[in-house]
C-alpha cells in the first residue's frame, strides 16, 4: 500500500516570498504519477501540477514548480512570489501508473497561509 | 478543459429522506468518477469508485445500501444518500479520471455538495 506523508500541517508566508511545501511518499512502485492538488476556501480541489516518475525533469506551472527526487521519494512543491489568492490547503497525491483501480492515495494537506 | 460540474452546491433536507448529488464531467468521457467525503480541515476520504456500466466498488466501511451510486453514462455520476440521518452531514466531493490526457490517470474535481441533514 502507498502512504503520503506531508509533514508540515500549517505555513505562512508574506505576499512575494518563496514558500516550500514538503511531501514525501512510500510505495513499492516504479511508476507512478505524483500530484499538487489546491483546496481554496471555496473548497473546489484544483490541480496544480502533476510529475511523471519516469521523467526525470522537474514538472514547473508559472509560479508552482516542484523538486521531485525519486530515490528519496520527496516530491515538495515551490510556489514563488506568492500571492493572496494562494491561500489554501495543499494536498499532495499519488497514484501508481497503469493500476486497475486509478485511486489517488492523499496527504493529509498542508495549510497555507499567505500575508499581506 | 477538463471541467466537472457538481449539482447541488448545497442542501439541507429532514432526518429520513433521501437526497441525490449528481457529479457531470462536461468536456470529456469519464469512465472512473469517484466520491469522496470531506470532514474539516481534513483530508479527502474515498467512499467509492463509480465505473460507468457497473457497480460500484465501495471502500471498507462504507455502507453500500445507505450511499447508493449509479454511473450511468460516461459524463454522469449520482450519488444518492438513502435515509439521511444528520451524522451524514459532510462536505462530499466527486472527481472524474480523464482517460486521454497523456494517460496520466489525471482526476479532475467537482466543486463539492455541501449536505445539512437536520
Known amino acids: 500500500a502507498q502512504t503520503v506523508t506531508q509533514s508540515q500541517p500549517e505555513m505562512s508566508v508574506q505576499e512575494a516570498e518563496t514558500v516550500t511545501l514538503s511531501c514525501t511518499y512510500d510505495t513499492s512502485e516504479n511508476n507512478y504519477y505524483l500530484f499538487w492538488y489546491k483546496q481554496p476556501p471555496s473548497r473546489q480541489m484544483i490541480l496544480v501540477i502533476r510529475?511523471?516518475?519516469?521523467?526525470?525533469q522537474n514538472a514547473t506551472e508559472n509560479r508552482f514548480s516542484v523538486n521531485f527526487q525519486k530515490a528519496a521519494k520527496s516530491f515538495s512543491l515551490k510556489i514563488s512570489d506568492s500571492q493572496l489568492g494562494d491561500t489554501a490547503m495543499y494536498f499532495c497525491?499519488?497514484?501508481?501508473?497503469?493500476?486497475?483501480?486509478?485511486?489517488?492515495?492523499f496527504g493529509k494537506g498542508t495549510l497555507l497561509t499567505v500575508n499581506p | 478543459g477538463a471541467v466537472v460540474s457538481q449539482h447541488p452546491s448545497r442542501v439541507i433536507c429532514k432526518s429520513g429522506t433521501s437526497v441525490k448529488i449528481e457529479c457531470r464531467s462536461l468536456?470529456?468521457?469519464?469512465?472512473?468518477m469517484f466520491w469522496y467525503r470531506q470532514f474539516p480541515k481534513q483530508s479527502l476520504m474515498l467512499m467509492a469508485t463509480?465505473?460507468?456500466?457497473?457497480?460500484?466498488?465501495?471502500e471498507q466501511g462504507v455502507e453500500k445500501d445507505k450511499f447508493l451510486i449509479n454511473h450511468a453514462s460516461l459524463t454522469l455520476s449520482t450519488l444518492t444518500v438513502t435515509s439521511a440521518h444528520p451524522e451524514d452531514s459532510s462536505f462530499y466531493i466527486c472527481s472524474a479520471r480523464d482517460p486521454d490526457y497523456h494517460g496520466t490517470d489525471t482526476q479532475y474535481f467537482g466543486p463539492g455538495t455541501r449536505l445539512t441533514v437536520l
Open positions: 463509480s465505473n460507468e456500466g457497473s457497480k460500484a466498488t465501495y
Open positions: 510529475q511523471e516518475a519516469y521523467k526525470q
Open positions: 468536456d470529456f468521457q469519464a469512465t472512473t
Open positions: 497525491a499519488f497514484i501508481p501508473r497503469g493500476g486497475s483501480n486509478y485511486k489517488l492515495t
